[in-house]
């Protein structure tokens, strides 16, 4: 069982780039996060989803934007990467109600 | 609002000493409760979680906490510290609606060394 898997798990981007991280989750879930981690901040919530199609902001959402096209996948998207979005990004599901969350294994972005 | 607040930032112990780390959460309704490690470079792992029921939870690596509604505290505990368990800690309130959580709210985390 891969679990979920966020790609790239790497990245270095210039500022004002774009690019898009994916992330896959094959246990059929409703729920899918992203996340980023900075250091003494612990993680913070950047969108969510409760379900395909739909997606919702959380605690620091601007400068980003999502998709959820499809069960399986949350694409969080930077138009145009600043180097404040330098950090490492999680993604996470889970099936609703009181079940587990699971986090994929990070993806860190450096923006130069 | 939601908030999870973790007082240590940095916590130091001798191997094989006794451990606790503090967690205190600000929730209206009754909480969904979590505890995460994370060790240099890597992901998250959960320790142990908190749902309903028994206050005293068991979670793997020979962690376990204690929910104290009266004192909104969700402590994390270890009886005697190993090398290993050097890592970044982390608490979490599951928010949302009742009878489960739409998402998750991290503390800023403990980071924990262990002298040999």
């Known amino acids: 069982n891969a679990g979920v898997t966020q790609t790239p798990k790497f990245r270095v981007l210039k500022t004002g780039q774009s690019m898009t991280l994916l992330c896959a989750q094959d246990m059929n879930h409703e729920y899918m996060y992203w996340y980023r981690q900075d250091p003494g901040m612990g993680l913070r919530l950047i969108h969510y989803s409760v379900g395909e199609g739909t997606t919702a902001k959380g605690e620091v959402p601007d400068g980003y934007n999502v998709s959820r096209l499809k069960k399986q996948n949350f694409l969080l998207g930077l138009e145009s990467a600043a180097p404040s979005q330098t950090s490492v990004y999680f993604c996470a599901s889970h099936q609703g109600g009181g079940n587990t969350i699971y986090f994929g294994e990070g993806s860190w972005l450096t923006v130069v | 609002a939601q908030s999870v607040t973790q007082p240590d930032i940095h916590i130091t112990v001798s191997e094989g000493a006794s451990l606790e780390l503090r967690c205190n959460y600000s929730?209206?309704?009754?909480?969904?409760l979590f505890w995460y490690v994370q060790s240099p470079g890597q992901g998250l792992q959960l320790l142990l979680k908190?749902?309903?029921?028994?206050?005293l939870v068991q979670g793997i690596k020979g962690f376990e906490a204690e929910f104290k509604r009266s004192q909104s505290s969700f402590n994390l505990r270890k009886p005697s510290v190993h090398w290993s368990d050097a890592a970044e800690y982390f608490c979490a309130v599951g928010a949302g609606f009742s009878g489960g959580y739409n998402k998750l709210i991290f503390g800023a985390g403990t980071r924990l060394a262990v002298h040999p």
């Open positions: 908190y749902f309903s029921g028994d206050t």
């Open positions: 929730y209206g309704a009754t909480p969904y």
